[in-house]
Every structure is written in C-alpha cells, then in structure tokens.
C-alpha cells in the first residue's frame, strides 16, 4: 500500500475475521503506527487504557468504547513496540458487497484500525 | 479481588492452582468492604499470597511464619518508631525469614535477584519486535 515511514519502519497489519478480531494497544508508553493513523490519541497513551485493555480486553471493549465483540469471536490484544507497530484491517462492514476500495476506504475510521470500534456502516 | 474475565484460559499450571486457591481464601472472608480493604497496595496482596502458596507447598509450617511475624512485629514495637507501621512489610520480613531458615531462599540470593530487578529498566526489551498477542480473550461460544 506504500505506507512507511517515521515511526513506522516495520509494520504488521491485522485482519479482523468473522472469529478473530485484534486490537493494539503499546503497554508500555504510546507507540503507534504513524504514518497510518498520524498521532494517538490521549486515552491511548493513558495509564487505564494501556493496562485494563491487557486484562480484560471484552469489558473494555464493551464499556469504554461500546463496542460489544460478540462471544464467538476470540480477542487478540498486539502490543506495539518501538521496533515493530500493529494496525487493524476492520471486518468489511454488511451491505458493502458492492462498493470497491475508494468507497470502502471512507468506511474506515481511526477506532477501527486500533481495534476499539467496528467499520463505519455504509450510509446509503 | 474480582473474579477472572469469563472465557479467559484458565492457566493449568501448578502457579495458576495457587492463584485460585488464595484467590478462593481471600473471597471467601468475611469483611473486605470498600472501608475495611485488606489490602492497601497490589505488593501486598502478592505477599500474602507468597506466603500461604509456599506453605501451601510444604516450605515450612504455619507456626514457624506465625513466630516469624510475631517476632518481626516485637522488634518494630520495641524500637524507636523511626520505622512508620506496616502490617505487611512485617509480614514479608516474617516471609523472607522463615524461607532463609529452611534453606529455600537465601539472604543472599533474594540480595541478588532483588539486584538484578532494580537495575533492569521497565522498557529493557521495548527495543524488540513482540511478534504474538500480549493477552487473547477466547470465544466462549461457538
């Protein structure tokens, strides 16, 4: 996709699956995939986020963010270190069966490429 | 203490069957409201827990780490309260005492390991690339 640079040298993209969905998260500080997302935002680099999403990524998941990751999907929490950041590839959203890569990509917000939210719905 | 997340891996191993047996003992008591915390920081909860596992694994009797505590705490109360009260900073000195007296964790080594830990930096391996998840939540249904 020609994404690279400052900040991120070596990158690994996550998909989501219909059994599968990840989330990144830096346990230790705040590192995060520049070049793709820009800058992290504040709760990302605070102290709750960075070791309750460890712990008990589902609640989390669920009470800060909403987001409800259905009890048949397995939760793989990635931690983003200097040398190496994670992004997310979100589930393609229903109802997008027909749209190609520009209309999807307006789709995909920030959350959902940390992995604390799903892909925008298609508004048509 | 809160129970685990439903659909976490129970951890099978011989670790993991001490966590919940202390885990059940301190539910299991009586009291432990907001006001009445029986424990003030994370460390010493981990301490408490140290001690009932290693008793639980045969390192030493009950009676010698209660005449351990006992001892520890007389030498606080007989001093020149220099030292502010902890109940659990008396119990670890009790811990490490009856563990050195069994010849299962010696001053020297505990002097060495506890070296070792406060001169490695918290982000020592950050440099690193972590290639597996750091948590998993598995599905709970299929």
């Known amino acids: 996709m ?31 995939p520049w070049p793709v997302l820009g800058l992290p935002p504040n709760w990302y680099k605070a ?11 589902r609640k989390v998941l669920a009470e800060d963010f909403g987001f409800v990751v259905p009890d048949t999907v397995e939760i793989r929490v990635w931690d983003s270190s200097s040398e190496l950041r994670y992004w997310v590839v979100p ?8 749209m190609g890569a520009f209309d999807l990509a307006a789709l995909v917000t920030r959350d959902s490429m940390i992995g604390v939210g799903p892909a925008a719905a298609p508004s048509s | ?6 659909g976490v891996r129970p ?6 069957d001490a966590r919940r047996r202390v885990e059940a003992l301190v539910c299991d008591l009586p009291g432990g409201g907001i006001d009445e915390r029986m424990f003030t920081e994370p460390w ?5 827990a140290m001690a009932v596992a290693a008793y639980h694994t045969g390192k030493y009797e009950w009676s ?16 020149d309260g220099a030292e ?7 119990w670890l000195d009790a811990l490490e005492t009856v563990l050195a007296d069994n010849g299962v964790l010696s001053d020297a080594a505990l002097d060495d390991r506890t070296r070792t830990v406060l001169a490695v930096p918290r982000n020592a391996n950050h440099h690193e690339a972590h290639r597996e998840p750091v948590a998993v939540s598995p599905a709970t249904a299929s």
């Open chain 1, 2 to 32: 020609d994404i690279g640079g400052l900040q991120g040298e070596e990158m690994i993209a996550l998909e989501n699956t219909d059994t599968v969905h990840n989330l990144i998260v830096c346990t230790l500080c705040s590192c995060y």
């Open chain 1, 47 to 57: 102290p709750p986020y960075r070791s309750r999403i460890v712990r008990e990524p």
């Open chain 1, 91 to 98: 589930k393609r959203p229903e109802g997008t069966e027909g």
């Open chain 2, 1 to 6: 203490m809160t129970a685990p997340e439903p």
């Open chain 2, 11 to 16: 951890d099978a191993t011989e670790i993991g």
């Open chain 2, 44 to 48: 010493e909860l981990r301490a408490f």
């Open chain 2, 64 to 79: 010698e780490f209660q005449l351990s505590l006992i001892n520890s705490i007389k030498r606080w109360e007989e001093g």
């Open chain 2, 84 to 90: 502010p009260w902890s109940y659990y900073a008396h």
